[in-house]
């Protein structure tokens, strides 16, 4: 009978038991309630991660085919099969999909909202019902954007740059609106996430043990709720230039085209951190998991997200060195560029040393993490590369910069979402995908990148402007390669979207938890249980202690029911105890 | 195995993934304060774009702020003034199971930001009078400055935008007035008053801010 | 009951009335016509004070978990960064606007 060590931070005694799961569970959340009607209803953070991960794989092809269309019109210098201002549209589209249907929400609204409330031990986010919204906004949101693209399009690129934005013809105001919708969904997710942090945690789960992976997701939610909102009033005041001339952006009015630029990056920047820091998380998981090994360096992880959400929104002056901006402020935004770098690499410096001496396990999602190491390095240094204000004056606006944002947006970010994916697949559906071709998959999608996005270093450094439909012969060659490249890559994902859906309707049931991992949600069946926990789950160590037993981590109190009762959860006054 | 029949051991107001009432309640107000960040970030930008062209052209500001009626902006202000201490009054009274003074309260509320939005409305048509339009369709001869048309546009952004969250508030106690009418607020559940006095007081706070920077300018 | 705290008739009704009188007082400051810069140093030294009464005693962050207090002073400590370092831009350039 081992006796559990009682949590520093417990203020008082509870009597525990352990729950151990059952190993596949029949009535499970995706069976509870049948028929679309209950899907769309839903208040289950579960199956709102799921209406989310479809939406984003509809929204991922979409952006997806775009890119190709991109790479395939640049086969040759001059027009392959696409007018000029089809193009622009194109790499507008491109980027806007990605960046505003798929990559934003992409971790925090599936894998977040899925796991989040599992792993401290809650029944459900704070506020169901806005989490339901959220996915309508996104769905709305993403519906106007669609019907700009049939409206008339828009060809001023992502970032939507005055004067052009705010006097071209087109479907800018549409699209802008529709980014605004999206952008409530956004803060919705953030305020959720916060909430249930920190209101909503089980007992004995102090704020040193847990997971890192919430640790990310708060991060990104603090920088979601303070940015999101000022693209919105950007976004509005782009539409209200554009309907009334109201001129704050526009020189022909009287107005600044820059501060334009700065309100959008004081956005657009720590999107990006948005983007990336809950993949940190899931790196996190991964690695403590597939090493078998406690992580190296909890707080340094922890605080490191939060340092990189706080410096984050001090660098967006980046994007704008050679805009006409005051050198005082250029100079001051490049010192505290190289400075966000320095926790991003205490990060990786952890995790490598997680993995020292660990009980590594080559599976899928490790294959990805691995895969992230490398390519997320790449994508980093290069931003620092780019920080340099000398070096940036030649290389800004030219492939340098658009290789570097997706070796580490795609390399790093669409990397971890796969990680996450294939670790937490087997606890979202209950079956195991074919690991063979996952790992064919993982193989083909990294050298797919590499293949796309290693020459674009070089035709950028060689003075390839980016958005430009013709481009001088010199180039052609690293063009072709960049889109046979694109290909490989299409593939790979193909076939992961594949044995993914194939492995929903014939995949072979899996165990609860078949990592043989710590972490909270891998102590419930799979597929998860409707509310999650029949107990109310204790934690009395941090989830990645591997020198204690499984049964430590599957401790809930001693009462029948899961705790909803008030009566229940009042004054207990017990010595704890953990029994087998 | 689902908790949902457990009403007769707590008020049925709690949702089944709460512990308790007073989780639930404290969850709501967290989420709400958080909500009221990204209010204060929204109309900041403004107040960003505000600072910066006032900073570039304080002669404009000075010059331009003279079409401003100060009598009424002090008046509208003392109105919100009014309306948050009467929304204040409405939560007490659920605090106090007083459910007719919740609906006295709410009622003044919504009548002081109906004066609000009446006053706004007589300062803005005035403004067409004269021809002072926002945007491109400025034309107001009256100040002699190049970005005449800027300050103006700073005006109708910020004070209308401030506008809409005034009306927002006006649906949003209607529709709690309503409610208590239905009983559905007592000192144990009071929530949605709650919640709604905190982003009412937030309007007013905006426009504590919006008075001195328009009206008060010299 | 935590979390829950009743505020007095007395309480609600004395923050009114010095909004109201430092509303009043706003307003008789702008007819001294101050000096620039101190105009609008004491007309926003005004509405920073009658914000916090309205904060504090209004949405009752004086009896509050101390946390909420520390989200409404972060906004504002973001919003500071959002127009500082967008004026070590435009306060320093050559030309405000760049003309043609």
Known sequence: MASAEASSNLSKKVQVQRYKPVEYLKDNYLNAEKGIWSWLTTLDHKRIGILYLMSLTVAFLLGGVMALGIRMELWTPAQTFIEADT??????????????LFLVPSVPAVLGNFILPIQLGAKDVAFPRLNLLSWYLYMAGAAISIYSILAGGIDTGWTFYTPYSSSTGGAVTAMTFGVFVIGFSSILTGVNFITTIHKMRAPGLSWDKLPLFCWGLYATSIIQILATPVLAITILLVGMERILGIGIFDPALGG?????????????????????????????????????????????????????????????????????QASLASMVFSFLTFLVGIPTGIKMFNWLSTMYKGSIKLDTP???????????????????????????????????VVAHFHFVMVGGMVMAFMAGLHYWWP????????????????????????VT???????????????????????????QISTVGSFILGIGFIMAIAYFIHSIFYGKKTVANPWGSRATEWQIPSPAPPHNFEHTPVMIHGPYDYHKPMADFQLGLVQSGNGHDAEHSAKIDKKAEAEN | MANHSSAKSHASHVQHHFVDSDQQFDAAKFGMWIFLVTEILFFGGLFAAYIVYRAW???????????????????????????????????????????????????????????????????????????????????????DHAKANIFFSLYY?????????????????????????????????????????????????????????????? | MSGHHISTDKTLLSVAGGLFILTILTVAVHYLALPNPWSIIVAMAVAVFKATLVAMFFMQLYWDKKFNTMLLIASFVFLALLVGFTMLDTMFRELPVPSF
């Open chain 1, 87 to 100: 193009y622009n549209q194109l790499f507008t589209l491109h980027g806007s999909i990605m960046i505003f």
């Open chain 1, 256 to 324: 600044d085209p820059i501060l334009y630029q700065h309100f959008f990056w004081f956005y657009s920047h720590p999107a990006v951190y948005i983007m990336i820091v809950p993949g940190f998380g899931i790196v996190s998981e991964i690695i403590s998991t597939f090493s078998r090994k406690t992580i190296f360096g909890y707080w340094a992880i922890a605080l490191s997200s939060l340092a990189i959400a706080f410096i984050g929104f001090l660098v967006w002056g980046h994007h704008m060195f050679v805009s006409g």
């Open chain 1, 366 to 400: 490790l294959l990805y993490v691995l895969g992230f190491f490398f390519l997320f390095t790449v994508g980093g240094l290069t931003g620092i590369a780019l920080a340099t204000i000398a070096i940036d004056v030649h290389l800004h606006d030219t492939y340098y």
């Open chain 1, 427 to 450: 606890k979202m559906f209950g079956v195991m995908y074919n690991q063979t071709l996952a790992k064919i998959a993982c193989f083909l999608i990294f050298v797919g990148f590499n």
């Open chain 1, 453 to 479: 996005f290693l020459p674009q270093f070089v035709m950028g450094s060689q003075g390839m402007p980016r958005r430009y439909f013709n481009y001088i012969d010199q180039f052609q060659s690293f063009h």
């Open chain 2, 57 to 143: 052209y304080p002669e404009l500001f000075t010059l331009a702020s003279e079409e401003l009626n100060t009598l009424w902006g002090g008046v509208n202000t003392l109105v919100l003034i009014g309306s948050s201490l009467t929304v204040a009054m409405a939560i007490k009274s659920a605090q106090q199971n007083q459910k007719k003074n919740i609906i006295i309260n709410l009622g003044i509320t919504i009548a002081l930001a109906f004066v609000f939005m009446v006053i706004k409305y007589f300062e803005y048509t005035h403004k067409f009078e004269i021809g002072i339009f926002p945007g491109q369709f400025y034309a107001f001869e009256g100040i």
């Open chain 2, 157 to 218: 952004l910020m004070t209308g935008l401030h506008g809409i969250h005034v009306i927002i508030g006006i649906g949003l106690m209607i529709w709690l007035v309503k409610k208590a009418a239905n009983n559905a607020y007592d000192s144990e559940y009071y929530t949605p008053l709650e919640i709604t006095g905190l982003y009412w007081h937030l309007v007013d706070i905006i426009w504590i801010f919006l008075f001195p920077l328009f009206y008060l300018i010299d």
